[in-house]
């Protein structure tokens, strides 16, 4: 799905755009302690890293039998088995190990429409989720993709590594086109451990997204889906365009000349609805936890309902 704007002179590549002072500035971080406040008591009574993922190894939990072989720890041999059926098996355990958290946020350049309020907004849910997750001693990582882009923050421990995480997502670079099964492709081969990964992004490109998504899902991951939507955008009679204007692809480049009357943008704002309500379906389908950000929701309201809803740094 492109993105159409108004026709104004060509935007070159944005290599390291230049983020407002105030992106992650002392509002900013009045505000992430506050979601660390609420989120410690949502979270009462759990211990530090409790988000955990499973594996078959050494535990103490009972999973499964396997076949023995030769070079395995007799200790582990289920006696019982033997004696009943004269069969030798060893036990299995599962094995509690910390899940990472991965968030990975849509850099294209749909999401810099509207003087770039989505990808702002984006970078702050970002950041907020990845403080309350280093804040838990969780190991949290960090992606920026496109098709054509593709930068990585290693996973980092411990609450001031945040700074870390604030200087990655302003400098890193922009631009390109959305191809989310791309991109998702090269964020699950690039994870040595799958986790929970979270992904940012306006989603305009459905197909891909579904492909996106489910591709995590085989590699073992367990995405969250954030899609993050302007109201302009989804309801463009609020951008005050009106008549025979000449609107651009902000990722092909492709013009087509239009005229906007209400019945168009009425249709426009249906399909746009309609896309939305694809992609939710598609999260709610395959167990995937969908949200639904809009820019014009402050990021701390969005970021303490995602807590509360569940489905997220549980």
Not at 62 to 89: C, K
Not at 157 to 185: E, N, Q
Not at 247 to 267: F, H, I, K, M, N
Request: aromatic letters at 8%; hydrophobic letters at 40%; proline letters at 5%.
């Amino acid at each position: 799905m492109a993105f159409w704007k108004r026709s104004e002179s060509p935007q070159p590549e944005r290599p390291a755009p230049a983020a407002a002072d105030d992106l992650f500035g002392e509002a900013f971080l009045a505000k992430l302690e506050l979601l660390q406040v609420i989120a410690r008591r949502l979270f009462r009574g759990k211990q530090r890293a409790e988000r955990k993922t499973r594996k078959v190894g050494n535990g103490l939990e009972f999973a499964d039998h396997r076949e023995y072989s030769p070079g395995d720890d007799i200790r582990n041999l289920d006696w019982g088995v033997l004696m009943r059926l004269e069969q030798t098996l060893v036990r299995l355990y599962e094995e509690d190990e910390d899940l990472p958290i991965r968030i990975a946020v849509d850099i294209s350049d749909s999401m810099s429409t509207s003087g770039g309020s989505k990808l702002r907004y984006a970078q702050q849910v970002a950041a907020a989720l990845a403080y309350v997750g280093l804040a838990n001693l969780d190991r949290v990582g960090l992606t920026c993709m496109s098709r054509k882009l593709h930068t990585t923050l290693p996973a980092v421990r411990g609450k001031g590594r945040i700074f870390r995480v604030f200087d990655f997502l302003r400098t890193a670079p922009r631009g390109g086109p959305t191809d989310m099964r791309a991109a998702c492709g090269r964020l699950a081969a690039e994870s040595a451990q799958p986790g929970l990964t979270v992904v940012l992004s306006d989603f305009y490109d459905l197909q891909g997204a579904f492909d996106g998504l489910n591709l995590l899902r085989f590699r073992k991951h367990e995405p969250v889906a954030i899609q993050v939507i302007d109201p302009r955008e989804a309801h463009p009679e609020l951008s005050g365009l009106r008549g025979d204007v000449t609107l651009v692809d902000v990722e092909g480049g492709d013009a087509r000349e239009v005229t906007l009357s209400p019945a168009a943008l009425r249709a426009y704002a249906d399909a746009h609805e309609k896309f939305c309500q694809a992609l939710a379906a598609s999260c709610r389908s395959r167990g995937i936890p969908y949200f639904r950000a809009e820019t014009s929701v402050p990021f701390d309201e969005l970021v303490l309902r995602m807590f509360r809803v569940g489905g997220l740094l549980r």
